[in-house]
């Protein structure tokens, strides 16, 4: 009777354990199938993992990059600006800078409906199988970088609140008009057509211009000097181009072959712009620099950004060997002869590099040269190259008049420039009241 009692106490212990761990597995499999149907797994975490690639790009990326072109007395308000500038625009992308960039349907700019990040949700965001709040973070990225990239211009001479203040204001009616033309489907420059898949325009050209026009109207610096530390320079460009793949490769919002030829794409124009430019700069200086290999390859990196999506491995040799040899001309030929004071090439590589990655977009499409021909069943390169022309020309003009316009206010209220002594002394213990080093 005992034994009789121990098996169904045995059987029932058995059905009890069965359905406590059957039960959850069918709930989750029920969960899954539910969520599966609008969020995709893979998706999603690619471009997890894609967002985190890219804040890893100005933080600490962008920031060693700049840091070791400095002087030593510099390195840290060059730290700080990118550390302060990716903890205010991610407050500010939040507050307003997403709802006016990628919400509402104008041609030229967002409303304001999705403020303080209302409406933002888990669920899917706009049938990209990821959520909506993924989307706003990936973004959120790119909103962060492009100010910063402009800092390698004043470095050195600028107030630290001149920066904060043109941080937040260049990028609510800069980056956000931009952004929302080329890469919300109610986008004027989007309905024409124009191939930016992560930012040649978005990013690369407006930060350029912008970076001239800082350059020009802060003025030169009272002293130069050679790169502190080139060591930290490379790790950052080594952080930088990692982060690339994030960049590019995140930018089509899938886990897919497109996604996976947009990193290669991005690592053969980067590795080409950079051995041209180390051969021209044995070729002019008998000696390959590190200097010099590092902006080419930073060169590569912003020209084959816009054309990530459609180029295929031929085009990104294209789009590398063009981006190397010209930015490399427009760094040293052109800005020493003009004579602005773009300290750490921002114009010559971003700028530049933007608009020729830009360009030959269109050309590098075709089906010839392994392109994908912007999905196009008559594609016309020279149609596509007026159509990049036109949305070239527009953000250049547009960004200048309003980098004018921000500069202004910013002169007028704060001011931009430290005093000579200041600068003198240098940022770090004038503006932050420390020191890099102890020697």
Same mark, same amino acid.
């Not at 909103?143 to 609140?161: D, M, N, Q, W, Y």
């Not at 800005?335 to 530049?352: E, P, T």
């Given at each position: 009777?005992? =034994?009789?009692?121990?098996?169904?106490?045995?059987?029932?212990? %058995?059905?009890?354990?069965?359905?406590?761990?059957?039960?959850?597995?069918?709930?989750?499999?029920? =969960?899954?199938?539910?969520?599966?149907?609008?969020?995709?797994?893979?998706?999603?975490?690619?471009?997890?993992?894609?967002?985190?690639?890219?804040?890893?790009?100005?933080?600490?990326?962008?920031?060693?990059?700049?840091?070791?072109?400095?002087?030593?007395?510099?390195?840290?308000?060059?730290?700080?600006?990118?550390?302060?500038?990716?903890?205010?625009?991610?407050?500010?992308?939040?507050?307003?800078?997403?709802?006016?960039?990628?919400?509402?349907?104008?041609?030229?700019?967002?409303?304001?409906?999705?403020?303080?990040?209302?409406?933002?949700?888990?669920?899917?965001?706009?049938?990209?199988?990821?959520?909506?709040?993924?989307?706003?973070?990936?973004?959120?990225?790119?909103?962060?970088?492009?100010?910063?990239?402009?800092?390698?211009?004043?470095?050195?001479?600028?107030?630290?609140?001149?920066?904060?203040?043109?941080?937040?204001?260049?990028?609510?009616?800069?980056?956000?008009?931009?952004?929302?033309?080329?890469?919300?489907?109610?986008?004027?420059?989007?309905?024409?057509? !124009?191939?930016?898949?992560?930012?040649?325009?978005?990013?690369?050209?407006?930060?350029?211009?912008?970076?001239?026009?800082?350059?020009?109207?802060?003025?030169?610096?009272?002293?130069?000097?050679?790169?502190?530390?080139?060591?930290?320079?490379?790790?950052?460009?080594?952080?930088?181009?990692?982060?690339?793949?994030?960049?590019?490769?995140?930018?089509?919002?899938?886990?897919?072959?497109?996604?996976?030829? =947009?990193?290669?794409?991005?690592?053969?124009?980067?590795?080409?712009?950079?051995?041209?430019?180390?051969?021209?700069?044995?070729?002019?200086?008998?000696?390959?620099?590190?200097? %010099?290999?590092?902006?080419?390859?930073?060169?590569?990196?912003?020209?084959? *950004?816009?054309?990530?999506?459609?180029?295929?491995?031929?085009?990104?040799?294209?789009?590398?060997?063009?981006?190397?040899?010209?930015?490399?001309?427009?760094?040293?030929?052109?800005?020493?002869?003009?004579?602005?004071?773009?300290?750490?090439?921002?114009?010559?590589?971003?700028?530049?590099?933007?608009? !020729?990655?830009?360009?030959?977009?269109?050309? !590098?499409?075709?089906?010839?040269?392994?392109?994908?021909?912007?999905?196009?069943?008559?594609?016309?390169?020279?149609?596509?190259? !007026?159509?990049?022309?036109?949305?070239?020309?527009?953000?250049?003009?547009?960004?200048?008049?309003?980098?004018?316009?921000?500069?202004?206010?910013?002169?007028?209220?704060?001011?931009?420039?430290?005093?000579?002594?200041?600068?003198?002394?240098?940022?770090?213990?004038?503006?932050?009241?420390? *020191?890099?080093?102890?020697?």
């Amino acid at each position: 009777m005992f =034994s009789l009692k121990m098996k169904k106490l045995n059987a029932s212990f %058995g059905a009890l354990l069965l359905f406590l761990f059957s039960a959850p597995l069918a709930l989750a499999e029920e =969960s899954s199938s539910t969520v599966d149907s609008a969020i995709g797994a893979a998706n999603t975490s690619w471009i997890m993992t894609a967002t985190a690639l890219v804040l890893f790009m100005t933080l600490p990326g962008l920031a060693l990059f700049y840091g070791g072109l400095v002087h030593k007395k510099n390195v840290l308000s060059v730290l700080m600006h990118c550390f302060a500038m990716a903890c205010v625009l991610s407050v500010v992308w939040l507050v307003a800078g997403y709802s006016l960039a990628l919400e509402g349907a104008g041609a030229w700019i967002g409303d304001l409906r999705a403020l303080f990040g209302k409406g933002l949700t888990t669920d899917d965001s706009g049938g990209t199988e990821i959520p909506g709040i993924l989307t706003f973070a990936f973004q959120m990225t790119f909103f962060i970088i492009t100010p910063a990239l402009v800092v390698g211009t004043f470095v050195e001479r600028v107030k630290f609140s001149a920066v904060m203040l043109f941080a937040i204001l260049w990028g609510l009616f800069c980056y956000a008009p931009i952004c929302h033309m080329v890469w919300d489907p109610d986008g004027w420059m989007f309905k024409d057509g !124009v191939i930016d898949l992560a930012g040649g325009i978005v990013v690369h050209i407006t930060a350029g211009v912008a970076a001239l026009i800082f350059c020009i109207m802060v003025g030169p610096r009272k002293e130069t000097s050679p790169p502190h530390n080139l060591a930290m320079t490379l790790i950052g460009t080594c952080m930088l181009w990692v982060g690339w793949f994030g960049f590019n490769g995140g930018s089509g919002l899938q886990a897919n072959g497109a996604g996976a030829m =947009s990193i290669v794409v991005t690592h053969i124009s980067a590795a080409t712009a950079a051995l041209t430019w180390m051969l021209i700069d044995v070729a002019t200086t008998k000696k390959p620099t590190v200097l %010099g290999i590092c902006t080419g390859a930073i060169a590569g990196l912003a020209a084959i *950004t816009p054309a990530s999506g459609v180029a295929g491995p031929i085009g990104a040799l294209i789009i590398g060997v063009a981006s190397g040899a010209i930015c490399w001309y427009f760094s040293i030929k052109v800005k020493n002869a003009l004579g602005y004071d773009d300290s750490l090439d921002v114009v010559g590589v971003h700028g530049v590099g933007g608009l !020729v990655g830009t360009l030959l977009a269109a050309v !590098v499409a075709v089906a010839a040269l392994g392109g994908t021909e912007n999905g196009a069943e008559n594609y016309s390169w020279g149609a596509q190259l !007026v159509t990049q022309a036109k949305g070239s020309i527009f953000a250049v003009v547009f960004t200048a008049v309003v980098t004018i316009v921000i500069l202004l206010i910013i002169k007028h209220t704060v001011g931009l420039r430290v005093d000579e002594s200041e600068e003198s002394i240098g940022l770090d213990q004038s503006a932050h009241g420390e *020191t890099a080093y102890n020697d």
